[in-house]
Structure formats: C-alpha cells, structure tokens
C-alpha cells in the first residue's frame, strides 16, 4: 500500500512488487490514483486497486479511503501488508491491524516531517506516525540515517528497524558518461553541463540551484544548466533565472531521465529535506561526480571528499564552492564519481533488495529461508 505511485517510494514498491517470485507471491499493489507506474505494474501482472479518493494531504475522506483498504484486506485475505509512505503508511497499518493480518512491515522512504513546517502541521504529523508505532512487526528503512531518525523520533520500537537500500534499476543507468544522452539534451560537448533531477517543489529548493548557476556562470563561463523534471516551481525558475541572466534548460518530466543523467558534467541536489533520493542514487550509479545538500540520509551516500562533495542546505554560496571546486579539479571528481558508481552498483541491485524482503517475510511467518526457484527476468523501463 502506497500514497502515490511516483518517484522514489513509488519505484520502490514496483521493484519490489515486480522482483518477487510469483510462484511464491501473489502481489498487489493499492494506492492513490495516478502517477506514471501503475501501468507498468499492470503490464508486468501485478494486481491493481487504484482508490480514487486516497490524496497526499490530509482530508476527511480519508475515513473512507481507511474503508476501502479494509473491504480490500478483509476480501483478499492478504497474508503480508507491507506499506510505503506517510499516509499509506498510516492508513495501511491501520486496516492491516484491524483485519489481524499476519505481517504487517513499514517502508520508512524518510519523514512526513520537518522542521521548515509549520509547527502544528508538523506535530500532527508526527502524532500521526506515533500513533501506529506498535501497529507493524517490523520496519524497515531506505538508508541508516532514515533508521537513525526513526528511532530517534520515536517511530518505530528500537531493534525493530532493519536497513533495505531502496533499489534502482541499474540495467538503466550507463555506467559512465554517456555523450548520446548529452546530445539528446542539446548541449555541445565543449561546453560543461551542470544538472538535476527531481520535482520542482519546495523540498528540493530549486531557487538555490539557480541561485548556484547564475554564480557559476560568472565565474566558468563555459557552463550550461539543465533541471529534468516539472514541478509547481517550474515558473518561478524561470523568472528568478531571468532576473539573474542564467539560462536555465527545463526539461519537463522525462521518463529516460536516468539514462540523461549520464550526460551530465556535474549533478547537484539542493534538497532541504530527503529520504534517500533516487535520482542521486542513479547520478551515483552513472559515474558522476556529485554535489548533494547534508540533509536526512544524504551522507550515507555521499561521503565528503569521496563519493562526493556536501553542503548545507540554503547555502547557496556553499553549493558554488563545491561546484567550482569540481570543476577546477576535473581528475579528482571523476575519481569520486567512479567511487560513488561502486558503491551504488554493489548495493542498490533490484535482486538483492527483494531477496531481503523475501528474507524478512520468511523471518516473520516462521517459514525457512530457501533460495528462490523460480527468478523473474529484471524489470526494465523505469
């Protein structure tokens, strides 16, 4: 059970979904309408409940969607619940509970709160989450700083919390740079192209990447900048690169926007706040060399002066340091990138992820841990 079907959470659970052995599991999958992987998840055979009334924000409807889940788990009879995401986290333990479904497990991806909410939103949310603590049998994160938070916060009972790297479908992902992908977003090959990937939102305060650029630019003049992705920002990158005089390429959303991460000179995420973002992990699994913001789970990926460089969020001036120190020091950011590839591709694999999961479901119904006898072809097209 899952709030959206889109980005890292929602590539997650198809991974998951699509990676188990279906001799042994008939998987569904129930959220939120929406989002770009429910056809996927279809086409590879996976059952579908799209509840049209389940929303990212809190309304009173939820008491419905909360009715919806439970008809579902109480017709289907599932065996193992496993929930993603804020509120399919919470709605979905809370069905799975009141059913009495064997095993209940939780997906942290990262927390529903932060400290640039306002106050109130941000005590509900958390209420929210402690509510439901004691409502699964084990949780799991995507990264050690998630678990660290989780526990700390008080989420989830300690020795409860088990690390599972959120997969990535590295088959995908280049292994390198890759000039086809720097051509198909229309930048020459002289010139150093700067880039992220991501949702043009508040978390992952795109301001400060164009803030980053318009100073860089002046410094390196021969840069370009790309943002792959869209958001409800998008405009207001437009106007503050405008008032800046940086150029600014948006690309939308593109479904190959791991493969275009390859094209990229040097990736930068600004976030405020992130889980274990997924388009870092693929910046990562493509050689790049890599500017990230110190937030939630960020370090266990990027480690300063290996796999990368890190600043503080907001610091726009850090950003530029970093950046220009990349591209001063073209030898050592390939070094790190190449770090960074062997780090991701040695842990982040789809097959190793959902043997985990088969483990910790085993674990939990008391039934030995056996090799898979049958393994499904990887996934592809993420």
């Not at 889109?6 to 997650?12: C, I, P, S």
């Not at 860089?216 to 021969?222: A, E």
């Not at 390939?334 to 694999?349: I, L, P, S």
Request: charged content about 25%.
């Amino acid at each position: 059970m899952i709030t959206r079907m889109q980005g890292g959470a929602g590539g997650n659970t198809l991974l998951s979904a699509m990676g188990m052995d279906p001799g042994r599991y008939e998987v569904w999958i129930a959220g939120g309408p929406g989002g770009e992987l429910w056809d996927r998840a279809r086409a590879a055979g996976v059952r579908t409940v799209e509840i049209p009334e389940f929303r990212h924000v809190l309304t009173p409807v939820d008491a419905l969607v909360l009715w919806r889940l439970i008809r579902l788990v109480r017709r289907e009879r599932f065996t193992v619940v496993h929930t993603h995401s804020a509120k399919g986290g919470f709605l979905g333990r809370l069905a799975a509970w009141l059913c009495r479904t064997p095993v209940v497990v939780h997906t942290f991806h990262g927390l529903s709160f932060h400290d640039r909410m306002p106050p109130v939103r941000r005590r509900i949310y958390h209420g929210l989450e402690r509510v439901t603590r004691r409502l699964a049998h084990r949780y799991l994160a995507v990264a050690p700083g998630v678990a660290r938070q989780v526990v700390e916060e008080r989420l989830a009972p300690p020795g409860s919390v088990h690390v599972v790297p959120s997969a990535v479908e590295l088959a995908r992902v280049p292994d390198g740079f890759e000039p086809v992908a720097r051509r198909a977003l229309g930048v020459p090959s002289r010139v150093t192209l700067i880039g992220t990937v991501g949702r043009i939102d508040a978390q992952k305060a795109p301001l400060d990447f164009v803030r980053m650029a318009a100073t860089v630019q002046g410094r390196f003049p021969d840069t370009a900048f790309v943002m792959i992705g869209d958001g409800p920002l998008a405009g207001h990158v437009r106007r503050l690169a405008a008032e800046l005089g940086v150029e600014i390429r948006l690309t939308g959303h593109r479904p190959d926007a791991a493969e275009l991460v390859a094209g990229l000179d040097v990736f930068v995420i600004t976030s405020l706040y992130e889980g274990l973002g997924r388009a870092l992990t693929e910046a990562l699994a493509a050689a790049r060399p890599v500017v990230a913001t110190a937030v939630n789970a960020v370090p266990d990926l990027v480690e300063h002066g290996a796999t990368g460089l890190l600043a503080e969020p907001g610091d726009s001036e850090a950003l530029v340091r970093a950046v220009g120190w990349l591209l001063e020091h073209p030898q050592e950011g390939a070094e790190m990138g190449r770090q960074g590839r062997d780090r991701v591709r040695a842990a982040f694999a789809p097959e190793n992820m959902c043997a985990r999961l088969d483990a910790c479901y085993r674990d939990l119904l008391g039934l030995p841990r056996t090799r898979p006898t049958h393994t499904r072809p990887p996934p592809t097209g993420l």
